[in-house]
């Protein structure tokens, strides 16, 4: 256990657990597939979190990716307090949203038009709802351990929480909404075709992780997304990349420029929020404009757009079109990897670990780990031991072996090595039985 121990977080544990179901706003939050019980934080800056007690951790979480540029960064949190001073939400335009949109659309060109959002789950489900309304047609692909937020729709062999605790089909989706959904596995393209020959004309949309960082990151096998857009052009069906996780984390622009494949439309979040509630969907201009109030297609929102929000977002994206950014979290990242192949090895436990750029997992498990049957064979409850030994050495990871680790600007080469120096005691402690 930490030097400071735990009381300050049991304390308020038992609090939320009065208040809130599983003492939690999200449930992958509340530890349960790791064991233990999550600490509270009090603050963050940088890459380092503080919980209530006092105890501190290198954060590997980042608020599920969205802090790229660490906590608390002076120029995130300066604009942050100049958009607050002048009002926090108007439910009226402001500059601020054509900015975001022009910065975005600027590094994302399939974005020709795009709408402003609060979360990666309302982009996700307004996407999906935009490309029957352009096709007329009801069903959409998604893959098996994807993970396209809690919309009713895309609640099928979902991955993230869903898969954590075993409910990829969530009890309370009607069959009505489910029915629609065709699921198939990742980077199966042999399986997609089928889906496409079965049902081809009534088919709306695939919608992708193009890097799926849901049930533990896995990359797109070579061929895999080209394929999917080869699919979709045949069919007259969208390609929705939901890009949530990859947005402005895999490049500037993406998956969709790191692998050079245009989708019809794009779902973003996290990043380009700069850590306060912001998402976006866009794409072709063609299909934008059946948006409500132009077109039929109804999609409306209080706090889309809201102005600290997007002011955060704006700083976020400055700093990340400073040069060299993606070389650093690259090199870091890279460092990471081979340092905890290094540390496993040492320990002589099996992993496969799965990287690309920023966003990492440790499968435990020999690889390859190329969809949800795959990350599902890991052993978890040896995941369950690190997690808890990386915890005590003071390294907060996803407390779950099915999601990313996210390595942002603030982690320099100090952070770094204490984290392989952890894991060399954690795979150790992994491997014991
Ligand atoms: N859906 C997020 C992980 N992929 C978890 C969000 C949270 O708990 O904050």
Redesign the pocket.
């Known amino acids: 256990m930490p030097q400071k121990g735990y009381g300050k977080s049991r304390a308020a544990f038992r609090r939320a657990l009065d208040v809130m179901p599983g003492g939690?706003?999200?449930?992958?939050?509340a530890f349960r597939s790791v064991g233990g019980e999550p600490f509270f934080v009090r603050k963050a800056v940088g890459c380092r979190i503080t919980d209530e007690d006092g105890n501190h951790y290198v954060d590997y979480v980042a608020?599920?990716?969205a802090m790229i540029a660490g906590h608390a960064h002076p120029a995130v949190a300066r604009a942050i307090r100049r958009a607050a001073g002048r009002g926090t939400s108007y439910g009226a335009p402001t500059l601020l949203e054509v900015e975001l949109a022009e910065a975005i659309r600027r590094a994302v060109s399939s974005m020709e038009m795009l709408r402003l959002v609060s979360s990666?789950t309302e982009a996700c489900a307004h996407a999906v709802r935009l490309a029957r309304g352009f096709t007329k047609r009801p069903k959409i692909v998604k893959f098996d351990g994807c993970?396209h937020?809690s919309s009713d729709a895309l609640l099928a062999k979902a991955?993230?929480?869903a898969l954590t605790f075993g409910l990829p089909d969530s009890a309370g989706v009607t069959e009505g909404a489910a029915r629609d959904t065709i699921t198939v596995p990742y980077n199966d393209l042999g399986a997609a075709r089928a889906a496409f020959e079965a049902a081809g004309g009534e088919i709306a949309a695939v919608i992708v992780e193009p890097v799926a960082?849901?049930m533990g990151v896995v990359p797109p096998a070579d061929g895999f997304l080209e394929g999917l857009r080869d699919l979709c052009d045949s069919a007259g069906a969208l390609l929705i990349f939901d890009e949530v996780?990859t947005g402005f984390r895999v490049s500037y622009g993406g998956a969709q420029v790191k692998y050079g494949v245009r989708p019809d439309l794009t779902t973003l979040g996290k990043i380009i929020g700069g850590g306060l509630p912001c998402a976006a969907y866009g794409g072709r201009r063609e299909i934008m404009n059946l948006l409500a109030p132009i077109g039929p297609v109804y999609q409306a929102g209080t706090l889309s757009g809201n102005p600290a929000a997007c002011a955060a977002g704006l700083a976020t994206l400055k700093l990340l079109r400073k040069k060299g950014v993606y070389g650093r979290l690259e090199e870091r990242s890279a460092a990471l990897e081979k340092g905890l192949r290094e540390a496993a090895a040492g320990a002589g436990i099996a992993v496969c670990i799965n990287r690309v750029g920023s966003m990492l997992t440790v499968f435990f498990r020999e690889g390859p780990v190329v969809d949800r049957a795959s990350a599902s064979g890991s052993d978890t409850v040896a995941f369950a031991r690190f997690h808890a030994a990386m915890l005590e050495e003071g390294i907060f990871l996803?407390p779950s072996q099915f999601?990313?680790w996210f390595v942002g600007l603030a982690h320099g080469e100090k952070e770094i090595e204490a984290t392989i120096r952890a894991a060399r005691k954690a795979f150790r402690t992994a491997a014991a039985r």
């Not at 939690?24 to 939050?29: C, E, K, T, Y």
């Open positions: 939690v706003n999200s449930p992958v939050r608020s599920w990716g990666g993970y937020g991955g993230s929480g960082g849901n996780i996803p999601e990313a």
